[in-house]
């Protein structure tokens, strides 16, 4: 199988130096390419002088994480592509069950890795622990990873299973599909964009799957840190985009109405905890959404499926305190 071990980056010459060679030791399988969306650092230039067996793609713009793949990808010809973030360190065979997975099901379409913490080894790492879900109202959560409450990695998820979406730290495609879903949703720059593809793909009957066996560690907030308030406009803008183009008709209106009562809630928390920026973020997000609300449903597919969803509320359960973990949820 013919895979393409993509790293997006932008000015983060520091990270290609620490991770790619991760990438390049353990990926015999794959052709690993650097796609930079115009750095204005050395990265290419580094990568070309240390690592000549890596092919470069670049980009003419910063085009964040959506329309950055986008671009890159129509240049990398592959079965598969493997989006792989630059602060990521894979281990050996890490590839190898993820082929295995995508040649015995071939209804299955997205691939995702465990997950685990780059800095806390032990530990599930946010961005996609052992694979995501989402509630009925768009709110995202992992085996692992409910809110900011964070699992051990005890085995408890060492299992293959479907999930709903794909972390986009390390996101495997088939490139037929990635390319009859048209890629990422661009409008969304970066956050969620992954979420949203999954969901597209849900809709057209493919198979999204979590595989245990392969592992990678993630720094996470390497280009864009938890606590900055553009990752809250992103974030509660990018959500708000996506119901709108994938919930089916019947619950669209009622469930928006409901996911922005909701973020009004989470906008009064962050007023109560001083975090003033945050909370104007979210009234940002809002504004941005009734701008874009027109040309965001016109993207909407025929075949939405209201059987998106695990569980009605992961903020009820949470913060009632009986779903602080996936296993608790139900």
Not at 79 to 91: F, G, M, R
Request: charged fraction near 25%; aromatic fraction near 16%; charge should be neutral.
């Amino acid at each position: 199988m013919n895979i393409a071990v993509v790293i997006l980056n932008w000015n983060g010459v520091q990270l290609l130096e620490k991770f790619l060679p991760s990438v390049i030791t353990y990926s015999p399988e794959a052709t690993v390419y650097v796609a930079d969306n115009a750095s204005t650092d050395n990265s290419v230039e580094f990568v070309r002088a240390n690592f000549p067996s890596v092919k470069i793609v670049i980009n003419n713009n910063n085009y964040g994480f959506a329309k950055g793949y986008n671009e890159a990808l129509k240049h990398i010809d592959a079965e598969v592509y493997a989006l792989v973030n630059s602060d990521i360190e894979v281990t050996e065979n890490w590839l190898s069950p993820i082929i295995e997975t995508f040649e015995k099901d071939f209804d299955t379409a997205i691939i995702q890795p465990k997950i685990l913490d780059y800095k806390n080894k032990e530990y599930f790492e946010y961005a996609g622990a052992g694979g995501g879900f989402i509630d009925k109202f768009g709110f995202p959560f992992c085996r692992g990873r409910i809110f900011d409450t964070i699992e051990k990695d005890d085995g408890q998820y060492d299992d293959d299973i479907e999930i709903f979406w794909a972390s986009g730290a390390c996101f495997f495609i088939r490139s037929k599909v990635y390319n009859e879903l048209n890629g990422f949703d661009a409008d969304f720059f970066a956050h969620q964009e992954e979420i949203d593809l999954c969901w597209r793909a849900f809709n057209m009957n493919y198979k999204v799957r979590y595989c245990h066996s392969s592992k990678v560690f993630h720094v996470g907030g390497a280009t864009l840190n938890e606590g900055n308030p553009r990752k809250t406009y992103l974030n509660f803008r990018n959500s708000l985009l996506m119901l709108t183009k994938n919930l089916p008709a019947s619950s669209l209106f009622p469930t928006l109405f409901l996911r922005l009562c909701l973020d009004s809630l989470a906008g009064i928390k962050f007023l109560t905890q001083g975090k003033f920026a945050h909370f104007f973020m979210i009234l940002k997000a809002h504004f941005s959404f009734y701008r874009r609300f027109i040309k965001n449903h016109r993207k909407r597919e025929r075949k939405q499926y209201s059987n998106y969803y695990l569980i009605k509320s992961v903020v009820y359960r949470y913060y009632t305190g009986s779903g602080k973990v996936f296993d608790k949820l139900f």
